[in-house]
Each structure stands twice: as C-alpha cells, then as structure tokens.
C-alpha cells in the first residue's frame, strides 16, 4: 500500500521489482497479497495486456482511520477508558506537539456538538 500511495499505480512484476526483490518476496506473493487487498476493495484494478494495474481506493489517512476504528473497537468492548488513558499516553510520548494537537481535536469536537440540536 505504501509503495502504491506513493506512486500512484502499480502492477505486479513492477511493485516487485520495487520492493519486493531486495526484501526476498516473490512476485508470486506480490501478486496474492494484490489480489487480496482489491478483494479488500482497498485496491482497484484495470486490465492492461496480460497484466492488472493496481491502485488505492483509499488515502493513507482514511486507512490508518478505518484500521485504527477496527482495532479501537475490538480492544475497547464497552471499555473505553483504559483505551482512551492508553491513547492519550501514547500521543503525550509522541510529544508535546501532539499532545496539544490532541487538546485541540477534543476542543473542536466539543464545540461542534454544542451547536447540534
């Protein structure tokens, strides 16, 4: 995925000449791993001659968003403390920066659900 955001467009023997060679990975296992993300429908494909061209369906930050929902929502199972203390520690590590991008994010959010009726 990150070699596709980056680059746009793809296919199989190209992505593996790209990343997979130098890390040992057949093209055999690019192209499953392919298959799997557009039947995830986080890829799309066209048929070009005898091979699919791949791309993403979705941005980065919409994955990492979609993932992060996935995982929050299994660990939390109606337990949304420990998850949020764990986040918010993790983001304070990450740096002050964050921290108060986070501060932020909470204000803002706060102040959209007050103006809903």
Do not use: C
Not at 19 to 36: D, E, P, W, Y
Not at 82 to 87: I, N, Q
Request: glycine share 8%; hydrophobic share 40%; net charge positive.
């Amino acid at each position: 995925m990150e070699h596709l955001w980056r680059g746009g467009d793809g296919e199989a023997k190209a992505i593996h000449s790209a990343i997979g060679a130098r890390r040992g990975i057949t093209v055999n296992t690019v192209q499953s791993t392919l298959k799997r993300l557009f039947e995830k429908n986080l890829l799309e494909r066209d048929k070009v001659s005898h091979a699919h061209v791949y791309r993403p369906t979705v941005t980065r930050e919409q994955f990492q968003h979609r993932a992060l929902g996935e995982l929050v929502g299994e660990l939390m199972q109606g337990e949304a403390d420990a998850m949020v203390s764990a986040f918010v520690e993790l983001t304070e590590r990450a740096g002050p920066e964050h921290l108060a991008r986070l501060e932020a994010l909470v204000a803002e959010r706060r102040a959209r659900a007050k103006e809903r009726p």
